[in-house]
């Protein structure tokens, strides 16, 4: 677990009435309760009227439950059972507990059962000793309306209880608490609240918090639900739409699945050397960043979408330096004839390079001369031949790779087509297992798209036609005007099945992106009141397209752990904090560790 007891522990502070079982940590006012008597009758959801109507917000209940004994659980049913049989002439209303018990005895004896010791446990916190007195109070008179349940403040020994409420916690020896219960009466005090969205789904993946308490399933990879697997996420700086999209990948990892990223700004450096993953800073001065345009995988077979998407490349090598249009019909003829030959001939020899390419090209007559012209200052031992003419150094393979262009950005002619290739030959490498799992992640790339044609064709295409080879292709940008200015923001969003919208700048934005996402009226209503606090929480609208031709909206809170945080900070201080960890002798990952235990929600947030 990556909770921690940030600030010095207080037991009996002060400022607290005896008697009250409070003590203080982190900043706050701590108590615990247990349930004693569960209600008379038992229904599912058990919690979810309590909780709406006590209005308490730092609430956290925990069940923890073990298998008891069947034998035991029979013995004190029977007692019950005679108890109740004594009282049912005077009180008639017991005859459904007491049809619940004979049901309970049969099932037991048939061995069609199992019990549970139930233990289970409500921690309330606040910042105020007075407000949480008064919350505790109203949540148990709360408890004790609905059906009679009867929860206990603990006053003697609340640390023991509030430690026994921990993750994976298993080392009590005090059993005064638990309560015995079949698995239909355990159901119903198990703290799940609100509509469950998308837990009959083929697969749970990412789960996620909504506003209303509720438990929210996202699973890209659902053919039955959606016509496609791509998501986007836009949110202003700071909304933590970065963050959001970094929780959705880590609890992928259950999958297995190959992630790659196309970043700009650094942002998946802390999520990949905590997966141990690849992180690559592309520098164009670097012979050691080579990556083949050519690139057919591992088996060098390959197919006419190989010989389109290698085209989409070509042509923003081969256009002329002052010239913005596409090549000429004539000429993508040469071009794909070219590639057919050189690919036909040297299969599965070794991986054919750009000088390769311009010797074919030179043997097709005048059209391909002048190609092979063009294709010339790519080759060789010039600047650009060093990145493009030659087998590619870069692994495409590895099963979390973050590609970071930021050193690259500024350069207009290299960086795209770098951009291009980079995505190809990933695409490439991910056809030749299509049951894996795949996600294809662009990191505020947008202003490639919007300055290059080729970039915007090459990116509506993994939108578009990746789904076949199990790639969910995912989109993160600051803000609905930078996807707005792209040609073909239209293809790319009508190929999108989830829209992850964060707060936005301004009102203004709000009504461009109701524009451009087809949002309805209530749905902008809503992103225009979403609220983010760096360090803590994000709340985000997830509006799904499903493949009925539906739309479901679901307002998401994403709560940000220390170690979470730490991982995905994009704030300057915090990256320099860490930085100076790295400095010091630290591996990255110990940076994180080391900064997430020392400024849990960042540097800022610790003044």
């Known amino acids: 677990t990556d909770y ?94 007491l049809d619940e018990i004979y049901d309970e005895i049969t099932e037991l004896g048939a061995m069609r059962g199992k019990i549970w010791e139930v233990t289970l446990i409500v921690h309330v916190w606040d910042t105020s000793v007075e407000t949480l007195i008064a919350n505790t109070e109203r949540l148990t008179q709360q408890a004790e309306r609905e059906n009679g349940m009867q929860l206990t403040l603990e006053t003697e020994a609340p640390l023991e209880y509030w430690r026994a409420a921990q993750p994976c916690w298993s080392r009590d020896l005090d059993r005064n608490r638990e309560l015995g219960m079949n698995t239909k009466q355990l159901v119903t005090q198990l703290p799940v609240c609100g509509e469950q969205h998308g837990l009959d789904r083929s697969r749970i993946g990412a789960v996620m918090e909504t506003s209303a308490g509720s438990v929210h399933n996202y699973y890209p990879h659902d053919d039955l639900i959606y016509t496609n697997y791509n998501s986007v996420c836009i949110g202003a700086s700071r909304s933590g739409k970065t963050f959001g999209a970094l929780d959705l990948l880590f609890q992928m990892l259950q999958f297995n699945p190959r992630i790659t990223v196309v970043d700009l700004g650094g942002s998946f450096r802390g999520i990949c050397a905590a997966v141990g993953g690849s992180y690559v800073e592309i520098d164009l001065d670097s012979e050691r960043h080579t990556i083949n345009p050519l690139y057919l995988g591992k088996n060098r077979e390959y197919t006419n979408e190989d010989i389109e998407r290698i085209k989409l490349v070509l042509e923003q090598m081969l256009q002329e330096r002052s010239s913005t249009t596409v090549l000429e019909s004539e000429e993508m003829v040469t071009l794909e004839e070219a590639l057919h030959q050189l690919f036909d001939y ?52 590895s099963k979390f790779t973050v590609y970071d262009l930021t050193r690259a950005a500024e350069d207009k002619e290299v960086t795209p087509l770098m951009f291009q290739i980079l995505i190809n030959n990933v695409i490439r490498s991910g056809m030749e297992d299509l049951s894996e799992q795949k996600f294809l992640v662009f990191d505020e790339c947008w202003k490639f798209l919007a300055e290059n044609t ?87 609208l997830h509006v799904e397209r499903l493949r009925s031709g539906e739309n479901r909206s679901t307002v998401l809170i994403k709560r940000a752990s220390p170690i979470q945080h730490a991982m995905a900070t994009t704030q300057g201080r915090d990256q320099a904090k860490i930085k100076e960890y790295v400095n010091s002798g630290m591996s990255l990952k110990e940076a994180i560790i080391e900064f997430a235990d020392k400024f849990p929600h960042g540097v800022s947030q610790a003044e």
């Open 454 to 540: 080729g970039v915007a064709s090459f990116v509506e295409y993994a939108f578009r036609g990746l789904a076949k080879f199990n790639f969910a292709t995912i989109a993160i940008t600051q803000g609905i005007e930078e996807l707005s200015d792209i040609p073909n923001a239209s293809a790319i969003l009508n190929n999108t099945s989830q829209r992850f919208i964060y707060k936005l700048d301004t009102p203004v934005s709000a009504l461009k992106a109701q524009e451009v996402l087809g949002l309805n009226d209530t749905e902008t209503r809503v992103i225009q009141k979403l609220q983010s606090e760096v360090g803590h929480y994000s709340q985000c």
């Open 346 to 397: 040297d299969l599965h020899k070794r991986e054919v390079t750009l000088t390769d390419l311009r010797k074919v090209l030179e043997n097709h007559g005048p059209v391909g001369s002048r190609l092979a012209t063009r294709l010339k200052r790519y080759c060789g031992n010039t600047g650009k031949g060093k990145l493009f003419d030659g087998p590619s150094k870069l692994d495409v393979n």
């Open 4 to 97: 921690f007891i940030r600030s010095d522990l207080d037991r009996k502070p002060e400022e607290a009435p005896p008697g009250y079982g409070v003590f203080r940590m982190d900043n706050c006012y701590h108590q615990i309760l247990t349930l004693r008597i569960p209600g008379e009758v038992l229904t599912f959801c058990q919690w979810e009227q309590i909780l709406y109507y006590s209005g308490i917000n730092n609430i956290r209940i925990v069940v923890n439950s073990r298998q008891g004994n069947r034998l035991k659980r029979i013995d004190k049913l029977k007692t019950s059972l005679a108890q109740m049989e004594g009282r049912l002439q005077a009180e008639p209303e017991l005859q459904p507990a």
